[in-house]
T-cell receptor
Framework: DVKVTQSSRYLVKRTGEKVFLECVQDMDHENMFWYRQDPGLGLRLIYFSYDVKMKEKGDIPEGYSVSREKKERFSLILESASTNQTSMYLC???????????FGPGTRLTVT | GEDVEQSLFLSVREGDSSVINCTYTDSSSTYLYWYKQEPGAGLQLLTYIFSNMDMKQDQRLTVLLNKKDKHLSLRIADTQTGDSAIYFCAGCKYIFGTGTRLKVLA
């Protein structure tokens, strides 16, 4: 069975902290994605990666960076967390660009 | 830029049909998708339609695609309380709609 896991379901951090969100997929997918989900705004793409060490900015990359050192793992980094980064973060993967995505359960991040 | 629009809420009675609508601007997607998000969970693919099709039926689900109007709809027949969720339409370029929250009343 296809699986995408995220390191935490809930996370509370203070303003200015460095935050790491980890995502692991076991399907040998080339493509991995980070989205944030906010009420009334749907899903917005932060970054995606189409191969190890490769990344592309999505629609809202400001304040975020990513790392893909291994094919199965894609990390989202908030260098200095701010309250406007309080959100639900969803990781996804897909075999090929344009094909269906498989999502993790999400991490609800609160920055106080 | 590319955009996908959905209404935010839909409320139906158990046993009725639900129709969730989506309009999009980018017509280059080979596939168009419907995802379902249950409370506290990530998104799960519900169904999809190939862009050269007008209709696809999958048990209680019917997807209609009007390419001329760039309109996609998802019809759920005999809606059940377990269908209560947020439904997202999406194309190939990682653009998702805002999601429609479906509430099924017993």
């Amino acid at each position: 069975d296809v699986k995408v896991t995220q390191s935490s379901r809930y996370l509370v951090k203070r303003t200015g902290e460095k935050v790491f969100l980890e995502c692991v997929q076991d399907m040998d997918h080339e493509n991995m994605f980070w989205y944030r989900q906010d009420p009334g705004l749907g899903l917005r793409l932060i970054y995606f990666s189409y191969d190890v060490k490769m990344k592309e900015k999505g629609d809202i990359p400001e304040g975020y960076s990513v790392s893909r050192e291994k094919k199965e793992r894609f990390s989202l980094i908030l260098e200095s967390a701010s309250t406007n980064q309080t959100s639900m973060y969803l990781c996804a993967s897909s075999f090929d660009q344009g094909l269906e995505q498989y999502f993790g359960p999400g991490t609800r991040l609160t920055v106080t | 830029g590319e955009d996908v629009e959905q209404s935010l809420f839909l409320s139906v009675r158990e046993g009725d049909s639900s129709v969730i609508n989506c309009t999009y601007t980018d017509s280059s997607s080979t596939y168009l998708y419907w995802y379902k998000q249950e409370p506290g969970a990530g998104l799960q693919l519900l169904t999809y339609i190939f862009s050269n099709m007008d209709m696809k039926q999958d048990q209680r689900l019917t997807v209609l695609l009007n390419k001329k109007d760039k309109h996609l709809s998802l019809r759920i027949a005999d809606t059940q309380t377990g269908d209560s969720a947020i439904y997202f339409c999406a194309g190939c370029k990682y653009i998702f709609g805002t999601g429609t929250r479906l509430k099924v009343l017993a």
